[in-house]
């Protein structure tokens, strides 16, 4: 695709310009959406997780939704619901903010786990099934959603079945002083969302997925992926390790990281410059364990997963 690293840069510029100080998360969210999977971006309030979300929505030229999580947000408001109508004596089916090609959960661990299990069939099916009927999705579609520690006042821990759901986890942290001032000047007058018009148009943003999805990964590359899972659900400070979704998904993002590197093929950098985003959110830990950094403990599998002696393949 000749216009894959003009879009991508297009994005990743976007995002750059309004996120201030923040290249590593700009990537890392571009290369989850090119992987045709979900976001989770997680980190105290005031940081910019939201306003991430919201450049990453606005640079794609479709639709997107909204959803602020709240305590008493109910799975219907997410997904729809049948509404009787009178003149016609029978029930419609009104659909929910979730049919938006980006859809941005705000503050998504404030709502119960009920609430938040409307979700699971949306991200892992493109779909929504309501009264029997199934009704699909939106085309790309993409959930960005943040999340705030899950030690603060009123929030919930995400349920594991809904962590797996999600591609990538990512952290904003604090900007860094030159990166805190540029902002400060840049966006003291106003929001920096104010004007922006989408940089790829909706269906060339299918293609770009579309094209990820056709890099190439060489047979060692994937037994690299599988030991890596393996590694993480045998060692001893991990509890519950990778799961068969999660090494999909790390593939699905190597392909992405790949693809932005400008190559056709998948290295086993490529693995490694996404693992730890990709399966950090989803293992769970021994008790015992001598950290509390899951983060870390992928960091020592991939030291420890012996790296495939052969280059990927260039031949498709």
Known sequence: MESFPQYTQAVLDRINTVIEGKPEAARTA?????????????????????????TLASAIGGSVARIQFTP??????????????????????????????????????????????ALLECMAEGQVTADGTTYRLSSPFMVVATQNPVEMDGTFPLPEAQRDRFTARISMGY???????AMLADHGGGSPLEGLRPVVPLEDAARLVAHVRGIHVSDAVRAYVVAIGQATRSHPQIRLGASPRALLQLQATARAEAALSGREYVLPDDVRAVAVPVLAHRLILDRRAGTDSAEELVQAV???VRV???PASRSR
């Open 308 to 310: 495939p002696a052969e």
């Open 30 to 54: 571009l290369s989850v959406l090119l992987a045709g999977g979900h976001l989770l971006v997680e980190d105290v309030p005031g940081v910019g997780k939201t306003m991430l979300a919201r």
């Open 175 to 181: 900007p860094d002083t030159a990166a805190e001032t």
């Open 72 to 117: 008493d947000l109910l799975p219907t408001d997410i997904t729809g619901v049948a509404v009787y109508d009178q003149a016609r004596r029978e029930f419609e089916f009104k659909p929910g903010p979730v049919f938006a090609n980006v859809v941005i959960g705000d503050e998504i661990n404030r709502a119960s786990a009920k609430t938040q299990s």
């Open 302 to 304: 991939l030291d420890e």
